[in-house]
């Protein structure tokens, strides 16, 4: 299961949100122009193939006008933002995405089968498992702002590894 955990940017000790109800992650997420939804996972196939696999998912997501590419991830803890609406299809491992929109941070752990879309203009970084891969889909999009919340240096958050560890048993895709 996905989990989302929310702080203010300014408390990254006091945790204003934390749920794994797919219903929730999607109005909050919402709340900051972001985006969550659930693709089916194709369990056979290279990687290579993947493009192919999910060819009409990506078309619909970037009305045919957009760029997608396969990305084996490593960590990004530094935070950006992108002149572009960027939606990343978890295929396999996990990671966390971290938006910081307005004076909050919100972390998604994502899963096989979670596509999150990351608004353009919003500050973010992630991290994640060595290993794990992704369909990057980047299109045009209406750019929102940052908001006026303060720098955060990205260690200030717990990482992935205390996000994986606050949740009991977990998924297949997080152990290890």
């Known amino acids: 299961m996905t989990l989302l955990t929310v702080w203010p940017d300014d408390q990254p000790g006091h945790v204003l949100l934390r749920t794994e109800d797919t ?3 999607v109005a909050e997420l ?7 939804a659930r693709w089916p996972v194709a369990e056979s196939g290279s990687d290579e193939g993947l493009l192919d696999r999910y060819r009409g998912l990506i078309e619909a997501l970037g009305g045919g006008d957009c760029s997608a590419d396969v990305v084996a ?6 935070e950006r933002s992108l002149g572009q609406v960027e939606d ?11 938006l910081h929109a307005g004076r909050e941070v919100h972390a998604v752990l994502c899963e096989p089968g979670d596509v999150l879309t ?5 500050r973010h970084w ?6 794990y ?26 990482g992935i590894r205390e996000l994986v560890a606050e949740r009991a048993g977990g998924s297949p895709a997080l152990r290890g």
Request: aromatic share 10%; charged share 15%; net charge positive.
């Open 23 to 25: 219903g929730a992650i």
């Open 30 to 36: 919402g709340r900051v122009g972001a985006g969550f």
């Open 73 to 78: 991830g490593e960590p990004s803890l530094v």
């Open 88 to 98: 990343r299809f978890f295929v396999r491992g996990a990671a966390v995405w971290y």
């Open 118 to 122: 990351v608004p353009a203009g919003v």
């Open 126 to 131: 992630h991290d994640g498992r060595a290993g």
């Open 133 to 158: 891969v992704t369909v990057r889909v980047r299109r045009a999009g209406a750019g929102t702002s940052g908001g006026a919340g303060r720098v955060v240096s990205p260690g200030e958050f717990p």
